[in-house]
């Protein structure tokens, strides 16, 4: 049997509008971002991390009331598990972040036993729980992660800080200047939705299926970790690398194209004419760059941009600054996929919400191009 024939194959879903989202708006047209109808570039400079979830999750910006309560449980919900920290410690030093944090995602859901309860896994209340958890969860996560490949232990969380500062804080055991705190803030922002970009549409594939948010994230965080989506931030920077300064970066393009080679970093499937988020992670990328004094990676950036833009005519995304705003924070590049996760968290799980809230389970068709019906030999 065969699924019934399709006019027409959209390969890679291009084009197709699964749903309806309240969430967030992609527009190419406008080459706009709106999370819940507000600029994303707006709420990048003047929103703490914790309002743009509140924002994703419940509609509106939270009251002062509602940002302090949502503050004060997420900073309770931070310290690991030790049955956590076992599972990421039988992971070998040298295995990919990625796959820590994976890993460490779907150990959260084994040790929620309100799982089990009857109904527990579609509970609205529950799941509102889950998300602040989940997000409470992934900056130790991660940070634990960095630390961990270079020998170093877990730094506990302080719940004088805020998810931005703190995040730095386990990371690296201190906080740096604002500026760097700054930058960092704008990417979690920036990082934490954008509709049904293929992570998120993973995590409501899982969800559609009514199985529970630890695996639909889990699955998200497998989606995220390739180089085509999230994983190129990491890739950007590998490149950077490769390339070394500013006056290779013609050359090195040059061998690219000719090896039919993608650039990390340029294009995307919505977006034609440019990354609605890429000036203000631009922005913070400068500040850094000034902080740091590092005007070689400066150079570097913009003579690739420029470079690649006049063979390509194809703009950067997001992850083409955001990489090295990490790099200049001093993650490994390995960590900068992990960060996104931490970051996108928000609207993986917002997403769940409201495909569990319509749900339809997520099953296209295809069209089968094997053998017709024909018999096994006996
Ligand atoms: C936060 C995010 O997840 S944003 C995306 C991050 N991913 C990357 O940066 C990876 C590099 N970029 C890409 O691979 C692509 O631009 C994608 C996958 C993001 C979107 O691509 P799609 O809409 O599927 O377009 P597709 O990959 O078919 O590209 C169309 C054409 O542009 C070319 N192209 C697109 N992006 C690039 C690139 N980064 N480098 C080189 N060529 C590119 C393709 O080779 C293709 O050329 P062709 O028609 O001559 O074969
Ligand atoms: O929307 C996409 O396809 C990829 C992307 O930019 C994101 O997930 O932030």
Redesign the pocket.
């Known amino acids: 049997m065969t699924d019934s024939p399709t006019p027409e194959v959209h390969r ?1 879903l ?1 084009g197709v509008v699964a749903d309806t989202t309240a969430i967030s708006k992609v527009d190419p047209d406008s080459n706009s971002l709106l999370y819940r109808g507000y600029p994303v570039q707006d709420l990048a400079t003047t929103q703490p991390f914790e309002a743009v979830a509140h924002l994703l999750w419940h509609g509106e910006l939270p009251t002062a009331a509602e940002l302090a309560e949502l503050e004060s449980l997420e900073r309770s919900l931070r310290p690991m598990d030790e049955r956590t920290r076992r599972v990421i410690d039988d992971l070998p030093r040298d295995a990919h972040p990625m796959d820590v944090v994976r890993t460490a995602v779907s150990q959260l859901g084994g040790l929620d036993a309100t799982l089990l309860r009857d109904g527990g896994v579609l509970d609205p209340e529950l799941n509102r729980g889950r998300a602040v958890y989940l997000l409470a969860q992934l900056p130790g996560i991660v940070a634990y992660g960095q630390r961990r490949r270079h020998g170093l232990d877990p730094v506990p969380p302080r719940d004088d800080l805020d998810v931005a500062r703190n995040f730095l804080w386990q990371t690296f055991g201190e906080v740096p200047d604002d500026v760097v705190v700054d930058a960092f803030r704008t990417s979690l922002v920036l990082y934490a939705e ?1 509709s049904f ?1 293929a992570s998120t549409f993973t995590a409501r594939v899982v969800a559609s299926t009514l199985s529970d948010v630890y695996s639909a994230v889990t699955a998200a965080v497998g989606a995220l970790k390739g ?4 994983g ?1 931030n990491e ?1 950007v920077m590998h490149a950077f690398a490769e390339i070394g300064s500013a006056d290779r970066a013609e050359a090195w393009l040059d061998d690219a ?1 000719a090896a039919k ?9 919505v977006y034609r004419h440019g ?1 609605s988020r890429v000036p203000s992670m631009k922005a913070a990328l400068d500040a850094l760059v000034e902080h740091y004094d590092r005007p070689d990676l400066a150079a570097l950036y913009d003579t690739l941009e420029a470079a690649f833009v006049a063979r ?1 005519g ?1 703009y950067p ?3 083409y600054p955001a990489g090295p705003a990490y790099h200049l924070m001093g993650f490994d590049t390995e960590t900068f996929t992990p960060i996104f996760v931490a970051a996108r968290i928000v609207g993986w799980t917002a997403h769940v919400a409201e495909q569990q809230a319509a749900n339809s389970l997520i099953r296209p068709l295809s069209a089968y191009t094997g053998p017709e019906r024909r018999d096994v030999p006996r």
Do not use: E, S, T
């Open positions: 890679g291009a954008h970009n180089p085509l989506h999230g190129a890739a194209l080679r993608k650039v990390m970093g340029f294009g995307h499937r990354d390509k194809i995304n997001l992850d």
